[in-house]
C-alpha cells in the first residue's frame, strides 16, 4: 500500500494481518507450525502487558519498555531461557554463548568479548569493504536486466565476510552447499508445534529429527576441518596465526582453573556464529534491500551519501554512513532478526500491573514491539527518518530490540551492524535492484525472519 504525502512516499511494507481476535488453542498450534508471526492479535500491538493461558503455564506477552527492561536487565537473574527455547537451542549450540547460563556462560563471554570490541570491529571495515567489492564485480558481469535472488545472495555475501574476518582460514566446503544446510537447519528448529506447548520432554521426537541429525553431520564434519586446520597452524607456528575467533576460541582459559573449552564448546560457538553470524545479517541486508527497491526517494538518498562517503578513507567509514544505518536500522525494526525471545520466571514478581507467578512464561517479541502503537508514530510505515539526528536518540532504549538487551544482549550486534551497512553502501551506489513483477514478499519467522519465498530481483547498473 502506497500513501502519499508532501514529504514524500510512505510505504506499507507485506506483514500479516493482526486477528481480530485472539486465536484459539487448536488455531495456534497450526499457525505456529505455519508461521508464527500471524498467531499475533491487534489486541497485542496494544497492550503494554498481556496473559494468556498454555497448556503448561501462564504466559506473559510483554512490551513495554519498563517491564522489559525489569525482565533483561533490572532482574534477570529471574528470568532463565525457558523449555521451549533451551529445545530449539539444544540442536547443536546447546554448549555455546547463545545457550549455556551461570559461570559458564561468564566465562565464554569474557573469552569472547575482545573480538568484538568497537576498535576489533572498526578494524574489519577493510575485509568487508572487499567483500562487497567481490560480489559488485560479480554482479558487474551480469547482463542489465539479469535476475538474482536477493536473499541467496546476501547469505553468500555474509558467508565469504565470516570467511575474512572471523575464521580466516575460510569456512571449508562449498558456500552454496552450506547455505544449503543452514536452511534446512533453521527450518527444522525453528518449527514449534503441539508437543512443545503441551510441555512434552526433550526426548520425544519431533517431526524432521531425521533430517536435522543429517545437517548436524554435516555441520560436524565442516567444523572440525576448521578445528584441524586452525590446531595445525597453531602448533606450527602460532605467533603467525591470525587473533580472530577461532584462535581465542582454542586459547580461551577458564580463570578459576585455567581449563580450555571442551570441543563440544569450542563447536558449539563455532555453529553459533556461523549461524548467527551470517543468517540474521543476512536476512538484515535483503529485507533492507527490498524495502529501498519500493522506496526510491531513499534508495537515492543513499546512493548519494555512499558516492561521497566510499570515496574516502576506510577509517571511520561506518560513522558517516549515517544516512545508510538509518536505513538499516528501519529495516531491523519493521523485519527484526529474531521476532520472538522468552523466558521462565523462577520467582513471582511484578511486570506493569501483572502478578507474575514462579514458572511464567515470558514473551517479549520485537516484532511486535517495534510496531506497538503505543510506541511508535505510523509504527507499520517504513520511514528511516526515525533513525537519523535528532530523532535517533528519541527512541527508547527498551522499545527498539534488533539484537536483545541486558547481559545477554547479541556479542555481535556492532560487526552485523557495521557489516550491513557498509554492504548496503556499496551496493546501492552501483546497482539498482527491482523486485521480479508478481513476485509474494511475505515475512516468514524460522527462528530468524526471512523472506518466505525469497527475493528474486532484476539488477541493473545504476550511473557508476
Given at each position: 500500500?502506497?500513501?502519499?504525502?508532501?514529504?514524500?512516499?510512505?510505504?506499507?511494507?507485506?506483514?500479516?494481518?493482526?486477528?481480530?481476535?485472539?486465536?484459539?488453542?487448536?488455531?495456534?498450534?497450526?499457525?505456529?507450525?505455519?508461521?508464527?508471526?500471524?498467531?499475533?492479535?491487534?489486541?497485542?500491538?496494544?497492550?503494554?502487558v498481556a496473559m494468556i493461558r498454555l497448556p503448561f503455564a501462564r504466559a506473559f506477552l510483554v512490551h513495554d519498555p519498563a517491564a522489559i527492561k525489569r525482565v533483561l536487565l533490572d532482574n534477570a537473574d529471574n528470568y532463565r531461557k525457558d523449555p521451549i527455547q533451551r529445545?530449539?537451542?539444544?540442536?547443536?549450540?546447546?554448549?555455546?554463548?547463545?545457550?549455556?547460563?551461570?559461570?559458564?556462560?561468564?566465562?565464554?563471554?569474557?573469552?569472547?568479548?575482545?573480538?568484538?570490541?568497537?576498535?576489533?570491529?572498526?578494524?574489519?571495515?577493510?575485509?568487508?569493504?572487499?567483500?562487497?567489492?567481490?560480489?559488485?564485480?560479480?554482479?558487474?558481469?551480469?547482463?542489465?536486466?539479469?535476475?538474482?535472488?536477493?536473499?541467496?545472495?546476501?547469505?553468500?555475501?555474509?558467508?565469504?565476510?565470516?570467511?575474512?574476518?572471523?575464521?580466516?582460514?575460510?569456512?571449508?566446503?562449498?558456500?552454496?552447499?552450506?547455505?544449503?544446510?543452514?536452511?534446512?537447519?533453521?527450518?527444522?528448529?525453528?518449527?514449534?508445534?503441539?508437543?512443545?506447548?503441551?510441555?512434552?520432554?526433550?526426548?520425544?521426537?519431533?517431526?524432521?529429527?531425521?533430517?536435522?541429525?543429517?545437517?548436524?553431520?554435516?555441520?560436524?564434519?565442516?567444523?572440525?576441518?576448521?578445528?584441524?586446520?586452525?590446531?595445525?597452524?597453531?602448533?606450527?607456528?602460532?605467533?603467525?596465526?591470525?587473533?580472530?575467533?577461532?584462535?581465542?576460541?582454542?586459547?580461551?582459559?577458564?580463570?578459576?582453573?585455567?581449563?580450555?573449552?571442551?570441543?563440544?564448546?569450542?563447536?558449539?560457538?563455532?555453529?553459533?556464529?556461523?549461524?548467527?553470524?551470517?543468517?540474521?545479517?543476512?536476512?538484515?541486508?535483503?529485507?533492507?534491500?527490498?524495502?529501498?527497491?519500493?522506496?526510491?526517494?531513499?534508495?537515492?538518498?543513499?546512493?548519494?551519501?555512499?558516492e561521497r562517503e566510499l570515496s574516502g578513507p576506510a577509517a571511520g567509514l561506518p560513522d558517516r554512513l549515517v544516512v545508510t544505518r538509518a536505513v538499516v536500522e528501519e529495516a531491523l525494526r519493521l523485519y527484526p532478526p529474531i521476532a520472538a525471545l522468552s523466558r521462565m520466571?523462577?520467582?513471582?514478581?511484578?511486570?506493569?500491573?501483572?502478578?507474575?507467578?514462579?514458572?511464567?512464561?515470558?514473551?517479549?517479541?520485537?516484532?511486535?514491539?517495534?510496531?506497538?502503537?503505543?510506541?511508535?508514530?505510523?509504527?507499520?510505515?517504513?520511514?528511516?527518518?526515525?533513525?537519523?539526528?535528532?530523532?535517533?536518540?528519541?527512541?527508547?532504549?527498551?522499545?527498539?530490540?534488533?539484537?536483545?538487551?541486558?547481559?545477554?544482549?547479541?556479542?555481535?550486534?556492532?560487526?552485523?551492524?557495521?557489516?550491513?551497512?557498509?554492504?548496503?553502501?556499496?551496493?546501492?551506489?552501483?546497482?539498482?535492484?527491482?523486485?521480479?513483477?508478481?513476485?509474494?514478499?511475505?515475512?516468514?519467522?524460522?527462528?530468524?525472519?526471512?523472506?518466505?519465498?525469497?527475493?528474486?530481483?532484476?539488477?541493473?547498473?545504476?550511473?557508476?
Open positions: 500500500m502506497l500513501d502519499r504525502s508532501p514529504t514524500g512516499i510512505n510505504y506499507r511494507p507485506p506483514a500479516p494481518e493482526p486477528p481480530a481476535t485472539r486465536l484459539g488453542l487448536i488455531e495456534i498450534i497450526r499457525t505456529l507450525r505455519r508461521n508464527p508471526l500471524e498467531c499475533w492479535s491487534a489486541e497485542f500491538f496494544r497492550e503494554p529445545r530449539i537451542l539444544s540442536s547443536g549450540i546447546a554448549d555455546g554463548l547463545l545457550s549455556v547460563e551461570g559461570s559458564r556462560w561468564e566465562v565464554q563471554r569474557r573469552s569472547l568479548a575482545p573480538l568484538f570490541a568497537k576498535r576489533t570491529v572498526a578494524s574489519f571495515t577493510e575485509a568487508m569493504l572487499t567483500a562487497a567489492h567481490e560480489l559488485a564485480e560479480k554482479w558487474s558481469r551480469f547482463d542489465d536486466g539479469a535476475v538474482v535472488d536477493a536473499a541467496a545472495e546476501m547469505t553468500m555475501l555474509t558467508l565469504n565476510v565470516l570467511a575474512l574476518t572471523i575464521f580466516s582460514d575460510g569456512i571449508g566446503g562449498d558456500f552454496e552447499e552450506f547455505r544449503e544446510a543452514m536452511n534446512a537447519y533453521f527450518g527444522v528448529i525453528g518449527r514449534i508445534g503441539a508437543l512443545d506447548l503441551f510441555g512434552a520432554p526433550e526426548f520425544v521426537p519431533r517431526p524432521g529429527r531425521a533430517r536435522l541429525r543429517r545437517t548436524m553431520s554435516y555441520f560436524e564434519r565442516i567444523i572440525d576441518e576448521i578445528v584441524e586446520t586452525r590446531r595445525r597452524r597453531l602448533a606450527c607456528s602460532a605467533d603467525t596465526a591470525p587473533n580472530d575467533l577461532l584462535t581465542l576460541l582454542l586459547r580461551a582459559l577458564d580463570p578459576s582453573t585455567g581449563q580450555p573449552m571442551s570441543l563440544a564448546e569450542v563447536r558449539s560457538n563455532i555453529l553459533t556464529f556461523l549461524s548467527a553470524g551470517h543468517e540474521t545479517t543476512a536476512n538484515s541486508l535483503a529485507w533492507t534491500i527490498f524495502l529501498l527497491s519500493q522506496a526510491p526517494e531513499w534508495r537515492m538518498r543513499v546512493r548519494e551519501e555512499a520466571s523462577e520467582r513471582p514478581d511484578r511486570l506493569g500491573s501483572h502478578e507474575v507467578g514462579a514458572r511464567s512464561l515470558i514473551v517479549i517479541a520485537p516484532y511486535v514491539l517495534h510496531r506497538h502503537k503505543r510506541l511508535w508514530d505510523r509504527p507499520d510505515v517504513f520511514d528511516p527518518a526515525r533513525f537519523l539526528p535528532p530523532a535517533r536518540s528519541e527512541v527508547p532504549r527498551f522499545a527498539y530490540l534488533p539484537f536483545g538487551a541486558g547481559p545477554r544482549t547479541c556479542i555481535g550486534s556492532s560487526f552485523a551492524l557495521q557489516e550491513a551497512t557498509i554492504v548496503l553502501a556499496m551496493l546501492m551506489r552501483r546497482f539498482d535492484l527491482e523486485l521480479l513483477p508478481g513476485t509474494r514478499v511475505w515475512p516468514l519467522q524460522r527462528i530468524t525472519l526471512r523472506p518466505a519465498h525469497g527475493l528474486p530481483m532484476r539488477i541493473t547498473r545504476g550511473p557508476n
